[in-house]
């Protein structure tokens, strides 16, 4: 990694509850790390790890260290990073729902130099509120002079209702410049730069519009499967673990109106207004505006993979969606009549996350007779990942004596230019936490807004007597996902073939 051209994070104490768990030791140790490495932050940063199991300093760093020697987590340290670090993360063992781990915080900060605090709630959701309030009543999140931030990470909510009232306990306790709900998408660098390339091209942001944009496919396809995660997964689905989470912070990015300047609240005040402006659909229209499905038995990138309903801790009857997708619409001026159409499932044939934005088909007129094949409308695709990168094609006249249009792709792959693999996509995130830059993070309107274009298929499925339709482990999903699209006279993009197509030009 490069050496950055910005200043270290300011000092801080990343305090985590739920110290000895998974996302602490697979991202944010790892993360840290590739920032020691990188001069984001320097040794006034300390991890002070909240957990129930017994032990102190050394038994965390010890966890850690054996963790980090055998996993081949996305990390590009040295030893001498880690040994750095190794020094500044401690442990306290306590249960945070009890008053007494929290006196011990509060005179460990005191010792601090900064005494700036990140509480990062890398715990189940149902402990969030708890912790807040604990967290309030001790004074935790009181700034004098120093900086106390709440970092929340998804799931936000279960639906619209659950969604409310945990943003308003929270924000009864703290105001929402303290808090930063994290959305991993929002992370990654592919994802970030969509607004970079519709703000800073004009050859981009100048077309983009009901004018010319005839519709829009988000895909966040996975080649995983459930696995070993039944019981989270089995009452949550597919809609609420992507869609207005994730995949609505895709949607949120390429339909805002341009902000008045990159500050925080001018990017998330356009990306609300986008959110809000999704139609809210009747029980009729989300029904006809969506379709589920669940994974039998299949072959997905060479393993078998048993049926959704066949794994430990999934209900044999479970109605539960692994694959959901959906057709939307987002009633302002620029997007009026431009269908959105989004799809996301596990154990599909391809990991891909991608934004297909496909325009306006030109006049035919002097073109005439011409197969319809040879003349396809220009497509930009944003391939999130992986091969992460921005392509787009046009048609250009294939050589020879006669006009022959054909579609060609102009190609950038980032992995041409730049080396962002070993990058676990939370460096930003946590820089940007430390630093106070709230752009990244979800703001509570959002989250409600979101939920609330989510919440009649929520209620449809919930009421509907009919299990999801089904579709073989390694496809791209069921029929009735082909048929919402057709149904329109249009397709979906079939991730690995036609963005490569090229041309030689010779
Ligand atoms: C998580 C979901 O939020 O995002 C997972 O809970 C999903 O089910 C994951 O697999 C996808 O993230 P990524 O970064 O691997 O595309």
């Known amino acids: 990694m490069t050496e950055p051209a910005i200043a270290p994070a300011p000092p801080v104490t990343l305090v985590i509850f739920g110290a000895t768990g998974d996302l602490t030791r697979r991202l944010l140790v790892p993360t ?27 038994m965390l760093r010890a966890k850690l260290e ?54 990062y709630l890398a715990v189940p959701p149902l402990f969030f509120g708890d912790i807040v309030d604990k967290l309030a009543d001790n004074g935790l999140l009181k700034e004098d002079g120093s900086f106390r931030r709440l970092v929340i990470e998804k799931p936000f909510g279960t639906d619209l209702a659950s969604a409310k009232a945990l943003n308003a306990r929270i924000l009864n306790r703290v105001p929402e410049s303290q808090v930063y709900r994290v959305d991993h998408f929002l992370g990654k660098e592919t994802v970030q730069n969509i ?19 005839d519709h829009v496919q988000i895909t966040a396809a996975e080649l995983v499967d459930v696995g070993t995660r039944g019981k989270f997964y089995d009452a949550t689905g597919a809609l609420r673990d992507m869609v207005p989470n994730h995949l609505f912070q895709l949607l949120a990015m390429v339909a805002m109106e341009p902000p008045n300047s990159f500050d925080a609240e001018a990017i998330r005040d356009e990306k609300g207004k986008v959110l809000k402006a999704l139609r809210i659909y009747s ?14 038995a299949g072959v997905s990138n060479g393993n078998t993979i048993p049926a959704y309903t066949d794994i430990a801790d999934v209900a044999r009857d479970s109605a539960t969606e692994t694959f959901v997708a959906l057709k939307l619409y987002i009633d302002t001026w620029r997007w009026a009549g ?24 030109v006049p035919f007129a002097q073109f005439k007779g011409m197969a319809p094949q040879r003349l396809t409308p220009n497509r930009l695709i944003i391939q999130v990942q992986p091969d992460e990168g921005l392509h787009i094609e046009i048609s250009i006249k294939s050589p020879g004596l006669s006009v022959e249009p054909m579609p060609i792709s102009l190609d950038f792959n980032y992995a041409d230019f730049f080396d962002i693999g070993k990058l676990t996509g939370y460096e930003s995130l946590l820089y940007d936490l430390f630093d106070g830059d709230q752009t990244l993070f979800q703001r509570a ?9 989510v919440q009649p298929f929520l209620d449809l499925w919930s009421k509907s007597k009919e299990r999801p339709d089904t579709y073989p482990a390694g496809s791209m999903g069921p029929q009735s996902a082909e048929a919402l699209i057709e149904r329109d006279g249009r397709k979906w993009h079939q991730p690995d073939v036609a963005h490569r197509v090229k041309a030689k030009v010779s």
């Not at 009729?284 to 589920?292: D, G, V």
């Open 195 to 213: 607004m970079t390339a519709r703000f800073a091209n004009m050859m981009i942001e100048s077309i983009w519009s009901n004018n010319f944009i």
């Open 283 to 296: 029980p009729e229209e989300a029904e006809q505006n969506s379709a589920r499905g669940a994974y039998t």
């Open 66 to 119: 054996a963790f980090l020697a055998t996993s081949n987590i996305k990390a590009n340290y040295s030893d001498e990073t880690w040994q750095q670090l190794r020094s500044r993360i401690f442990y306290l063992q306590g249960d945070f729902t009890q008053d007494a781990i929290y006196t011990q915080i509060v005179s460990r900060l005191r010792e601090q130099t900064g005494r700036n605090a990140a509480y």
């Open 32 to 58: 840290i790390l590739n920032m020691t490495q990188s001069g984001l932050v320097n040794d006034s940063l300390q991890i002070l790890g909240i957990g129930l199991d017994p032990g102190d300093d050394e």
């Open 445 to 453: 309107d959002s989250i409600e807004a979101g939920w609330a274009a």
């Open 338 to 361: 431009v269908p959105f159409y989004l799809r996301t499932g596990k154990a599909m044939t391809a990991r891909d996350t991608e934004i297909i934005v496909t325009f306006r088909q």
